[in-house]
T-cell receptor, first 115, second 116 residues
Framework: DTGVSQDPRHKITKRGQNVTFRCDPISEHNRLYWYRQTLGQGPEFLTYFQNEAQLEKSRLLSDRFSAERPKGSFSTLEIQRTEQGDSAMYLC?????????????FGPGTRLTVT | AQKITQTQPGMFVQEKEAVTLDCTYDTSDPSYGLFWYKQPSSGEMIFLIYQGSYDQQNATEGRYSLNFQKARKSANLVISASQLGDSAMYFCAMRPNSGGYQKVTFGTGTKLQVIP
C-alpha cells in the first residue's frame, strides 16, 4: 500500500526559471489537491482535481502557475518565471470519494527554493 | 468564508501527561468537517482525527480525542499519555460538507514539544 509520492523532494532554482513538480496520488483516489506551505503557516489551498477535471482554483494560483492531471492519475504543477516569493513547500494530497470522511492523505512535499 | 484560529504557537508537555491543543473556527456553512493533522519535522502531514458538525459524540482515535463544542465553535485536540514521538506541529482544519466543494482551510498550527 503506497502513499502519495512527490518528485522532486527538493528543488533549488534561479529566479526567472521554470520548474515542474509531480505528484502521484494513492491509486484508488480520484481527488487530488495542491497546497502551498510557507514557514510558520498552515498549508494554503491552491487547486483541486476530480479525475482529470480541475474544479477549483485559488486566487493564490497566479497566471504563472498551472496544474494538470491529464489522465486522472498523476498531476503536475508548473511554475513559470519563478520569483523569490514562490519559495515554499508544495504539498500534494489525495482523497477517496467513498467512506464519508474523505480525509486527505498528503505526500512528503516538494521544497522549492528560489535564489 | 472559513477561518481557523489556533492561538497557541507552542506548547510543552511532560511525557505521559495529557495535553489540549486549542482550535476555534468560523464558518457560515451549515454542515462541515473538522480535522486535525500532525506534521513532524520530516514535513509530511498525517491525518489524526475527524469530527462532523452533526456528529452527536466527540470523535476519538486511540490516544487522540476531539473536544467538540459547536456552540462555542471550538474543536480542541486532546492527546492523552504524551509520547516523545508526539513532538511535532499540529494543524486544525475544516472543510464544508455540502456542494462538493473540497477546499480545506488550515490554521497556523501549534508546535508541541514533549519533554522526557
Amino acid at each position: 500500500d503506497t502513499g502519495v509520492s512527490q518528485d522532486p523532494r527538493h528543488k533549488i532554482t534561479k529566479r526567472g526559471q521554470n520548474v515542474t513538480f509531480r505528484c502521484d496520488p494513492i491509486s484508488e483516489h480520484n481527488r487530488l489537491y495542491w497546497y502551498r506551505q510557507t514557514l510558520g503557516q498552515g498549508p494554503e489551498f491552491l487547486t483541486y482535481f476530480q479525475n482529470e477535471a480541475q474544479l477549483e482554483k485559488s486566487r493564490l494560483l497566479s497566471d504563472r502557475f498551472s496544474a494538470e492531471r491529464p489522465k486522472g492519475s498523476f498531476s503536475t504543477l508548473e511554475i513559470q518565471r519563478t520569483e523569490q516569493g514562490d519559495s515554499a513547500m508544495y504539498l500534494c494530497a489525495s482523497s477517496p470519494t467513498s467512506g464519508g470522511v474523505y480525509e486527505q492523505y498528503f505526500g512528503p512535499g516538494t521544497r522549492l527554493t528560489v535564489t | 468564508a472559513q477561518k481557523i484560529t489556533q492561538t497557541q504557537p507552542g506548547m510543552f508537555v511532560q511525557e505521559k501527561e495529557a495535553v489540549t491543543l486549542d482550535c476555534t473556527y468560523d464558518t457560515s456553512d451549515p454542515s462541515y468537517g473538522l480535522f486535525w493533522y500532525k506534521q513532524p519535522s520530516s514535513g509530511e502531514m498525517i491525518f489524526l482525527i475527524y469530527q462532523g458538525s452533526y456528529d452527536q459524540q466527540n470523535a476519538t482515535e486511540g490516544r487522540y480525542s476531539l473536544n467538540f463544542q459547536k456552540a462555542r465553535k471550538s474543536a480542541n485536540l486532546v492527546i492523552s499519555a504524551s509520547q516523545l514521538g508526539d513532538s511535532a506541529m499540529y494543524f486544525c482544519a475544516m472543510r464544508p460538507n455540502s456542494g462538493g466543494y473540497q477546499k480545506v482551510t488550515f490554521g497556523t498550527g501549534t508546535k508541541l514539544q514533549v519533554i522526557p
